[in-house]
Nanobody, 126 residues
Framework: QVQLVESGGGLVQAGGSLRLACAAS????????MGWFRQAPGKEREFVAS????????TYADSVKGRFTISRDNAKNTMYLQMNSLKPEDTAVYYC???????????????????WGQGTQVTVSS
């Protein structure tokens, strides 16, 4: 089992920045690829970014590429999402997830992820 807890969400004006964190406990954090997903009201959950177990491979949704940066610190069992130049359309509940993916992959499909956090709300005002 892996327990995931997100933090760092909040209300920010358009153009601002937030840094989300995902703290993991339970099984060895470095065994897992990690990802961020988000779900806006009335919409399906969508992929945001993912990172391989080593941090050597990252993948981003086109909508956030160049604005968001995913990273991880395996010594601290924590993953981060630095979000810059935020837009109102980034408003959503953000979830972190863990995937027991073999090799150095950074999957973008939610079906690859076995463990999920409870989510943290990000609201971007115009």
């Amino acid at each position: 089992q892996v327990q995931l807890v997100e933090s760092g969400g909040g209300l920010v004006q358009a153009g601002g920045s937030l840094r989300l964190a995902c703290a993991a406990s339970g099984r060895t954090f470095s065994w897992f690829a990690m990802g961020w997903f988000r779900q806006a009201p009335g919409k399906e959950r969508e992929f945001v970014a993912s990172i391989s177990w080593s941090g050597g491979t990252t993948t981003y949704a086109d909508s956030v590429k160049g604005r968001f940066t995913i990273s991880r610190d395996n010594a601290k069992n924590t993953m981060y999402l630095q979000m810059n130049s935020l837009k109102p359309e980034d408003t959503a509940v953000y979830y972190c997830a863990a995937s027991p993916t073999a090799g150095g992959g950074a999957p973008r499909f939610s079906s690859a992820y076995n463990y999920w956090g409870q989510g943290t709300q990000v609201t971007v005002s115009s």
